[in-house]
């Protein structure tokens, strides 16, 4: 029963993401058919979008590498103070 459920959010999602035909006809080419809205209204729209994606993606790119080796080795970093009970 739950895959059955899985399966059917899984194939009807994508459909909820499109846009309306109304929608579809206020956006500009590249975004067609994606969003609902009016869609970017100048092209410093698309830069501070593209600026943001840049600055998420490096903030990504930094917590995963940092959680995976986090490189803190020292005896005498912060950490050890708190978890040596000494």
């Given at each position: 029963?739950?895959?059955?459920?899985f399966?059917?959010?899984?194939?009807?999602?994508?459909?909820a993401?499109?846009?309306?035909?109304?929608?579809?006809?206020?956006?500009p080419?590249?975004?067609?058919g994606?969003?609902?809205?009016?869609?970017?209204?100048?092209?410093?729209?698309y830069?501070?979008?593209?600026l943001?994606?840049?600055?998420?993606?490096?903030?990504l790119?930094?917590?995963?590498?940092?959680?995976?080796?986090?490189?803190?080795?020292?005896?005498?970093?912060?950490?050890?103070?708190?978890?040596?009970?000494?």
């Amino acid at each position: 029963m739950k895959k059955g459920h899985f399966l059917i959010v899984t194939l009807l999602l994508p459909l909820a993401a499109m846009a309306c035909p109304e929608c579809e006809r206020s956006q500009p080419g590249i975004l067609k058919g994606i969003g609902h809205g009016a869609g970017p209204q100048q092209q410093w729209d698309y830069v501070i979008v593209i600026l943001t994606s840049i600055i998420v993606l490096i903030s990504l790119y930094y917590s995963i590498k940092w959680i995976i080796k986090p490189g803190e080795t020292k005896p005498s970093h912060i950490k050890r103070k708190i978890l040596n009970f000494d």
